[in-house]
């Protein structure tokens, strides 16, 4: 089972920019997760069509499991 941490920002140009994080911990906190999103913000090392991001929106860990398909 992967797990993807996802990350949802809002910009200055009023657009929403999303960030994705493959095999993150299982064990992340909310608390980790905000401090990562506001080093992410005060960085600024992200470009996106809509500007800098400026603020934090939500964050999601996705999980998704893999079922092979026979063929045969």
Same mark, same amino acid.
């Given at each position: !089972?992967? &797990?993807?941490?996802? !990350?949802? @920002? /809002? %910009?200055?140009?009023? &657009?929403?920019?999303?960030?994705? $994080? #493959?095999? /993150? &911990?299982?064990?992340?906190?909310? =608390?980790? $997760? +905000? =401090?990562? !999103?506001?080093?992410?913000? =005060?960085?600024?090392? @992200?470009? +996106? %069509?809509?500007? /800098?991001?400026?603020? &934090?929106? #939500?964050? #999601?860990?996705?999980?998704?499991? %893999?079922?092979?398909? #026979?063929? =045969?």
């Amino acid at each position: !089972m992967a &797990k993807i941490l996802e !990350m949802e @920002f /809002a %910009t200055e140009l009023g &657009k929403n920019h999303t960030i994705r $994080v #493959n095999d /993150a &911990k299982e064990d992340l906190t909310p =608390a980790e $997760v +905000s =401090a990562a !999103m506001d080093n992410i913000i =005060a960085k600024n090392i @992200f470009n +996106s %069509t809509g500007g /800098a991001l400026i603020g &934090k929106l #939500n964050a #999601n860990i996705i999980t998704t499991t %893999t079922q092979e398909i #026979n063929l =045969a």
